[in-house]
């Protein structure tokens, strides 16, 4: 599978965007997907990921509430809903997928096998 990460961009603080990372290919309801981020200098960080079904997700503590992850398996693309943005949440967001991946590796990014190529988030007034 094919990943590419789009919707990024600038947002004041308190803002919102909504990320998107459209899939090729007909297996994408095979692959739990995630959503990650890399801030200069710092390692790449797990944000969310959600079940094949859609009907499970996970969240990093500092981004519960704020962020939402979603997938539309017929349109083959996952989403990363964010609101109340704040300056450090500035970064390249990843998404990421992978069919064999299991439940206590999702928050792993040396699990995944297949990324899409970043986009970039900055929050800033």
């Known amino acids: 599978v094919q990943l590419q990460a789009f919707g990024g961009g600038l947002v004041q603080p308190g803002g919102s965007l909504r990320l998107s990372c459209a899939a090729s290919?007909?297996?994408?309801?095979?692959?739990?997907m995630a959503w990650f981020r890399q801030a200069p200098g710092k390692e790449r960080e797990f944000l969310a990921a959600?079940?094949?079904?859609?009907?499970?997700?996970w969240y990093k503590d500092s981004v519960k509430g704020r962020f939402t992850i979603s997938r539309d398996n017929a349109k083959n693309t996952v989403y990363l809903q964010m609101n109340s943005l704040k300056p450090e949440d500035t970064a390249v967001y990843y998404c990421a997928g992978d069919s064999a991946i299991i439940l206590s590796s999702l928050r792993d990014s040396k699990a995944y096998n297949y990324w899409g190529q970043g986009t970039q988030v900055t929050v800033s007034s």
């Open positions: 290919g007909r297996t994408f309801n095979r692959y739990r």
């Open positions: 959600i079940e094949r079904s859609g009907g499970n997700t």
